[in-house]
T-cell receptor, first 111, second 112 residues
């Protein structure tokens, strides 16, 4: 079975500073990897995904993530955050049949 | 393009009352459909998923049930709500052999 671990439940960061949200997964098969963003009282919106090919994936709102197979990680990064990036971020993995979500990381951007 | 809608967006129900949350997907056919629950400050818990009309798989035993009366309609129900049923409920879908899941806007349920 697959599992996803988001190591940080809360990440405060100052505006215009860089940020990294960590995600590790465990799987015995090839997987697809995702990051979703959830703004308050809204559903989850796809931020980016890794299916195959280049390990560096670029998504919306200036976010990117890098797939590291040897470390089974898929960390999310942004070089300069904005107030509007304050939200909950979920990492997810799929084996092609089921989707498994992490418990989320709450990113708070401080003015 | 495909869209997913769920309603109502917000619901306040007394303990012991029934529940019906509806979800519809437009712009596709034969989707896989999902109901998730998100408790305050916690991650996503898969409640039900469906691969076709009348085909429902339950992931967590509880007093909730799901039905799929039409190809693109997924309903979450309860005959008698409990306080512990409070939470944010999310409907989601993906293509039958798709690799990405898409979510609805969510429904806030408060049981009082």
């Amino acid at each position: 079975a697959q599992s996803v671990t988001q190591l940080d439940s809360q990440v405060p960061v100052f505006e215009e500073a860089p940020v990294e949200l960590r995600c590790n997964y465990s799987s015995s098969v090839s997987v697809y990897l995702f990051w979703y963003v959830q703004y308050p009282n809204q559903g989850l919106q796809l931020l980016l995904k890794y299916l195959s090919g280049s390990t560096l994936v670029k998504g919306i709102n200036g976010f990117e993530a890098e797939f590291n197979k040897s470390q089974t990680s898929f960390h999310l990064r942004k070089p300069s955050v904005h107030i509007s990036d304050t939200a909950e971020y979920f990492c997810a993995v799929s084996d092609g049949n089921q989707f498994y979500f992490g418990t989320g990381t709450s990113l708070t951007v401080i003015p | 393009s495909q869209t997913i809608h769920q309603w109502p967006a917000t619901l306040v129900q007394p303990v012991g009352s029934p529940l019906s949350l509806e979800c519809t997907v437009e712009g596709t056919s034969n989707p896989n459909l999902y109901w998730y629950r998100q408790a305050a400050g916690r991650g996503l818990q898969l409640l039900f998923y469906s691969v076709g009309i009348g085909q429902i798989s339950s992931e967590v035993p509880q007093n909730l049930s799901a039905s799929r009366p039409q190809d693109r309609q997924f309903i979450l129900s309860s005959k008698k709500l409990l306080l512990s049923d409070s939470g944010f409920y999310l409907c989601a879908w993906n293509h039958r052999n798709g690799n990405t899941i898409y979510f609805g806007e969510g429904s806030w349920l408060t049981v009082v």
